[in-house]
């Protein structure tokens, strides 16, 4: 597409560009001009109309636009209320000198290719592209090198933050006032281009660009700081303090007085896979008054204290190194409520590794296929919609790439007229390597289009917008199907891309409505059309036993359908009183709590428009125990131990985190349920397994448990270790389908076959158990037996079924 082509189909968008900003026809053009960029660098297909492929690239603009803003309104606060405080002082200008010098070291002494990729883009205003074809190199790598480059020059930078922003203050620079791609860096360029630097770098650039380059003023970071908004507005710095904390996913928010106006909440970013603090993480929480960017110290801790208190979103979680929590704009799961005078703490916000996942494409017989094209088509969160990582990578002659991506994503390998698909499962995660198998299918180019409307049928913008594979089974064998997100325009319609034939769940939600669900929609369909009304509000609050108030927690409201229970609404609460309102259809629905270091709370039945509703969780019980190699090679860390239990929530805040072992391999598990449990254990390199025959008490103890896993041989694929009858079961309306049997298990031995429907567990209905109930009666000692009833050619069969050691 050529530049022309770009600014026609653009001039008939300049209305949703207007209605996108709000300072009138300066900003609408500025955005156009951005889109513009955008789409000559990264131009559609030529077989899709242009004009609505030119409108979600504007709205995608816009809020990438917005989410920058609101972390450059912190650092302005901090940078303009830090000049008024110094004043003309001499020793202040002096400071902005020095901070110069610095910042013009940081520059030179950045490495190649580097820094003379920097340059062009951000000094000479080439495009990727422009800069690809004079480096002879992909516009991929172009790409890379300028995020690497930036990088490490925040990197040189952060050691001398907040001082090295202010100097920019007194110049009126661009780079701290007006919004621009890499605002920060641009307006460091441009202030080194004042004061004279523009002839040192420019005579580098053209004359020296072999030449090693001169030693920069560097200094090692010594410690790290959380950024927030403090009483006054302003933005303050807290030295770390090392503590020790309960291990992750145990600790339990408290609440307290504190002096501050707007309140507080606090906690700590946590690597998921160690438990381990994250230091220098950014959140970014966005409120009525804008956006405000917290980050994280060295042991992981954050704090936000707004100026004033009210409603706030986590809209972005982010580290390099880890995977963006960064979910549609104004669509984020994860609400804090903020009151005067109180501070909520003890917040745990979890980041999980970008961990090196290596991808081979081969034909039928296994051959690898080299220049095959690859694209992550989804995850089924879809909570890297603002700040993604690569989506699209080309095999080399081993038919290789490396990508990072979030459990569950699916990717779609092309070369010529053969496509393959592949889901980043379980199994991929312990080894590593996911293998896409190329075949004879047909391209994945259907859509499903329609409007979201509210209850007297006008548009509704901005609302999310998702097409979840489902309908009747498509055989186990059948490839990965990925979720497709879409967000409405302001005339409330959208399209969802790259799905196949089959049948979807057609999803539309936003804040303070009533979901809207449709089902069995086919790919290919036109003119959906889904009604969000204001619903019903179910509302309420979480305590303890004791009645106290929790004031962080997961709520997940539920359906039930027989055997099966459908997640309607899963959000993370923090709110001091622990209260909370969710709008839903009309209906019955089961309400769960499940907050940090307390057992869930018991599921409590009500309609909706149902107020004043009282959530209680218990202490639970704690499970100690130790995780070893059963080689006798000893104690194994962070390996993950987890409830057997459905899930919910954010990534960023799960209901259900489990905890990793120490370095010695122990571990507690805290708010554990009464009842039957059981456990999952994995670690990477092992086999995982799940171990049973316990049962807890609200405030007892068990264990301590030693579990040992047993290693992969060189190539294995892994295979779960359980005890358990040997079937996979899945709900089917009264009844649990069984959709395995696994050779070798009591349930094989039965005569227990697929297609069989489970309806009662030791003579307790499967609707009244759920799949989870049902899954954890059957669950216990190996040699002793579960009664089972089958519904098998409309008769009833009862079957007494020993439970055996599996691995599945």
């Known amino acids: 597409m050529n530049a022309d082509a770009v600014l026609r189909e653009l001039t008939g968008l300049r209305a949703l560009a207007r209605s996108l900003v709000q300072g009138g026809d300066a900003d609408a053009d500025d955005l156009l001009q951005e889109a513009a960029v955008a789409t000559l660098e990264h131009p559609p297909a030529l077989d899709r109309p242009v004009r609505p492929w030119l409108a ?117 620079l661009p780079g701290v006032i007006v919004k621009t791609k890499i605002s920060l860096i641009a307006g460091v360029m441009l202030v080194l281009l004042l004061l004279g630097f523009g002839a040192l770098i420019y005579g580098w650039r053209d004359g020296n660009s072999d030449r090693a380059p001169p030693p920069a003023a560097t200094a090692r970071r010594t410690g790290s700081a959380a950024v927030g908004a403090g009483r006054s507005g302003r933005v303050e710095v807290a030295a770390s303090a090392p503590a020790r904390e309960p291990l992750p996913g145990q600790a339990r928010a408290t609440v307290e007085a504190v002096t501050l106006v707007g309140g507080s909440v606090g906690g700590r970013v946590i690597n998921w896979s160690t438990g381990d603090g994250v230091a220098d993480a950014e959140l970014t929480f966005s409120g009525a008054g804008g956006a405000i960017t917290v980050a994280s110290r060295s042991d992981g801790s954050f704090e936000l204290s707004p100026a004033e208190p009210g409603s706030f979103t986590l809209i972005a979680a982010t580290r390099a190194g880890f995977l963006p929590f960064a979910p549609e704009l104004l669509h984020s799961s994860v609400h804090v409520e903020l009151a005067r005078e109180r501070a909520v703490r003890g917040i745990t916000v979890f980041l999980f590794p970008a961990v090196d996942y290596h991808g081979r494409v081969v034909d039928p017989t296994g051959a690898p296929v080299p220049g095959a094209r690859v694209r992550l088509l989804g995850t089924p969160s879809g909570e890297q919609s603002i700040d993604k990582l690569d989506t699209e990578w080309t095999t080399d002659n081993d038919g290789h790439f490396l990508f990072h991506a979030a459990d569950d994503a699916v990717f779609e390998a092309v070369r010529g007229k053969a496509r393959g698909w592949a889901r980043l499962s379980g199994d991929v995660a312990i080894t590593k390597q996911l293998v896409i198998t190329l075949g004879d299918a047909p391209a994945r180019e259907a859509t499903i289009t329609g409007r979201v409307v509210d209850g007297a049928g006008a548009p509704l913008g901005e609302v999310l917008v998702r097409a979840q594979p489902g309908g009747p089974p498509m055989g186990k064998d059948a490839p990965a199907r990925a979720t497709a997100f879409a967000t409405t325009a302001t005339d409330g319609t959208f399209t969802l891309e790259n799905l196949d034939r089959g049948f979807y769940q057609v999803e539309a939600e936003a804040e303070d409505r009533a979901p809207a669900v449709q089902r069995d929609v086919p790919g290919g369909t036109r003119g959906v059309t889904l009604k969000l009304d204001a619903g019903a509000a179910l509302a309420g609050a979480v305590e303890s036993s004791a009645g106290v108030p929790v004031p962080a927690y997961t709520l997940l409201v539920v359906r039930r359908d027989g055997a099966s229970r459908e997640l309607v609404l899963a959000r993370s609460i923090v709110e001091p009183n622990g209260r909370f309102e969710v709008h839903v259809a009309p209906g019955t629905y089961e309400l769960v709590a499940a907050a940090s270091g307390w057992a869930p709370s018991m599921p409590v039945s009500a309609t909706a428009a149902a107020r004043d509703l009282k959530l209680v969780v218990s202490a639970g019980a704690t499970l100690r125990g130790t995780v070893v190699a059963a080689d006798g090679s000893g104690p194994l860390q962070y390996a993950r131990i987890m409830r057997e239990a459905h899930g919910g929530g954010a990534s960023a805040q799960p209901a259900n985190p489990g905890t990793v072992t120490r370095a010695d391999g122990s571990f507690e598990l805290t708010g554990i349920p009464p009842g039957p449990l059981a456990i999952s254990i994995g670690a990477g390199g092992f086999h995982p397994r799940i171990e049973a025959d316990m049962t807890a008490s609200d405030g007892g103890s068990l264990g301590p448990l030693t579990i040992a896993l047993t290693k992969l041989a060189s190539g294995e694929q892994p295979m779960l270790e359980l005890i358990g009858i040997g079937v996979q079961l899945a709900a089917d309306g009264d009844t649990l389908r069984v959709e395995r049997v696994i050779p070798g298990g009591g349930a094989a031995a039965a005569g227990i076959v697929v297609g069989d429907h489970v309806t009662a567990v030791d003579g307790v209905s499967v609707t009244q158990l759920g799949v989870e109930g049902a899954v954890g009666k059957i669950r216990g000692a190996a040699g002793t037996t579960v009664s089972v009833t089958l519904r098998r050619d409309d008769k009833l069969v009862p079957l007494v079924v020993e439970r055996r050691k599996l691995r599945a």
């Open 56 to 172: 979600k690239v504007l709205r995608n603009r816009r809020r990438m636009d917005v989410r920058a803003d609101g972390r450059r309104s912190v650092r302005e606060l901090e940078v303009a209320r830090s000049v008024d405080e110094a004043g003309d002082a001499p020793d202040g200008a002096l400071d902005r000198a020095r901070v110069l010098e610095r910042l013009a070291a940081a520059l030179v002494a950045l490495e190649e290719p580097y820094r003379t990729t920097v340059i062009r883009r951000y000094l000479d205003g080439q495009s990727a592209a422009e800069i690809a074809a004079a480096q002879g190199v992909p516009a991929g790598t172009v790409r890379w090198r300028l995020k690497t480059g930036l990088d490490r020059l925040r990197t040189a930078l952060d050691h001398s933050a907040p001082r090295w922003q202010r100097v920019l203050v007194p110049f009126g």
